[in-house]
């Protein structure tokens, strides 16, 4: 089997994995090397479902041991089965970087043998990578649950960031899934990882020679729409995750079903991928808009609302804070209103110092007045306005379905034209 | 009678018309950069050449940065970069109300109604600028060096270069701008600026590349057709600069696939002709 065969297997049994991104690492050109990390990560290109492409993602095997029931590499899946060596990946990491195609190599693997040795292979491509070929882009790289510490260490001191997928939010439903895991072997190596990586920052001082264990961190995926859990446990299960392990991002990836199994859902089942996409506006609240996980959902409200965003769903629980007065509220209030920012809150706390800011203003800085104008007040609102209503507001804010253009040349029933040579058409002329 | 002003399209030119503007008084009515090499008569204006000088020039940034800050004055330089048309006057007319003195902390405020067009402006050309560094596609010529063509909106090569620099510190690279006809090119230690009459034979010829099929296979291959939307994929990578990457390129094939051709207005044709 050549490269490009084993490519078109490995990056297709990858795919389902969300995580994507080249941020956090500003790993510099080594000397005499390849390639740097750029803090902000860059998007290289965009595949046709919209998600960014950073990052070669690739699994080294997809021969896996395990037979968990939503993946599609379980050992039970007929599908054409490769494993690369390290040398196959090392030379298309660096060929694809030095074509500008990628920012790094995003490195995953199943379960071949034992965890260890898997673990060993991964390890194994990533200090070549640094140390041989001198290669200064970004590394990702899956830790195997079951790995040994010493090799998850290695891999800690190689790579940018590490990730250990917790899969399936709750305990329970993943063993009832997948039974060859448990949370408590995927929350070891996290756990591991998130110590060793306190222990290198602890000295806080750094000179650009310290060093480095695990620059960007570390994240985790779960599976949302394969088992019953409810979006304030998510929610509740991410936020251990930013305030324990220190992650840097979860991601949520809505169910796709690839395998017909009976403990999953039918496998006609579409994605739920509005309910993905609300998902992570609220883990966006929790990361960028210092919003509590317990402040967008709770017990009485367990389930994010589907036709408005979280941040919408928050304010109009909580009449008694807006309208709020922009010239004189806290940044962190205007970061709470609909349709602002964190651009344009920074913009009106800093304009606010020289000037009032009117309507006029915030439109030419490209506030989204259709959500924010019933939150905020301004000189030039009337007095009428000034007290927000929730279920008079509500209405307003709700995504009426768009009304459709229609076409021209519909091929509805009504509209096909008749066949040009038709006998009525033909014999008019002659009357 | 206001004069038409036009300078070397350059912004060390630009700050020299606005130096002599205030030397000799000069009552603008336009400033035009001479790339656009208008030679039509215009009834109304008086047309005025300044010419370039970099001394000028220097003076002129050090007053930017004494009245508002080193940051204003890069931003002023980004937002010229964006060559839209008028965008001389409205930094001229930006640099007017903050050398009036009338407020001192006019050059803090980033809502000024001068100042909030430029700095949206520096912001989109910031944003392609950053963009295209993950959008550049090199093709390994036959001698080694790297080379790639790219078409962007402004003029941003040169807020690039940095980065290819320091990632691809030894190897031998050039990217060509070819809508502005120059390009940089790297050698291993030091840039250069280049212009090459026809940029398509650099890379005419050249055998196919089989890691560049592979990108485009695995490209492929990473879509997940459940998830498909082409709405958000044209957002997020306009089609404007699908011309110059591998894995999109443009052609009847991909159109289908991305619902360029609407089905039933193709269906109607098709049912006319037969």
Redesign the interface.
Known sequence: MD??EK??IL??A???DVSCSSSGSNR??PK?????G?Q?G?????????????L??VLLSNACKYDCAYCVNRRSNDIPRATFTPKEIID?TL??Y????I?GLFLSSAVIGTPDYTMELLVKVAKDLRTMHRFGGYIHIKSIPGASPRLLHEAGLYADRSSVNIEIPSDKSLQYLAPEKNHESIYRPMNYLAERKLEYNAGGNFSRYSPRFLPAGQSTQMIVGASGETDFQILTLSNGFYRQQQMKRVYFSGY?PINADKRLPVITT??P?VREHRLYQADWLMRFYKFNYDEILDEQHPNLDLELDPKIGWALRHPEFFPIDLQTADYEMILRVPGIGVKSAR??V??R???K?RLE?LK???VVLKRAKYFIYHPDTPASLRRLYPEMVRPLLVQQSTPEQL?L???APTL??P??TSPSLTSTPSN | MSLSIQYDSTFDGFLSVVFEVYRQRLNVGEIKPDRLDTQALDLFFQPFWVETNLDSARRLKRAIVNAASEEVLNLLEVAFRSETSGIEMNILSYLRKLFAGI?P??G?????DEM??LF?TAQAVRREA??M????????LEDGT?F?EIEPKYDILPLMIS?FR??????RWAIYDSLRNYGMYFDGCGIMEISIPDVKSVTAGLPPD??????K???R????K?????R??R???PVRYWKH?P??EVGPASWQ??GWI?P??G???G??TS
């Open positions: 490269v490009r490519l078109n990056a297709d990858a795919k389902y510099s050109t005499g090397g390849l390639g740097n750029c902000a860059i998007c290289h290109t965009w595949a046709s479902d919209g998600r960014c492409v950073s070669l993602k298309l060929e694809f030095r074509r500008n195609y920012e796709i579409k994605p991928l913009l009106i800093s304009g110092r020289f000037g800011i203003q030419k800085m490209g076409d040349f519909a091929t096909t034209l066949p040009l | 407020d902390n006019y803090k405020n980033p809502t000024s909030l067009p949206q950053g963009g560094l993950g959008m550049v596609r090199f093709t390994k790297y790639s980065h320091g990632r691809f510190a030894n190897e089989a890691i560049t099929q592979m990108w296979d695995f490209y291959t990473i879509a997940i459940e998830r498909e939307n082409p958000l994929l957002r997020c990578l990457l894995e999109r696939e991305t609407n039933s207005a269906h109607v044709r049912a006319l």
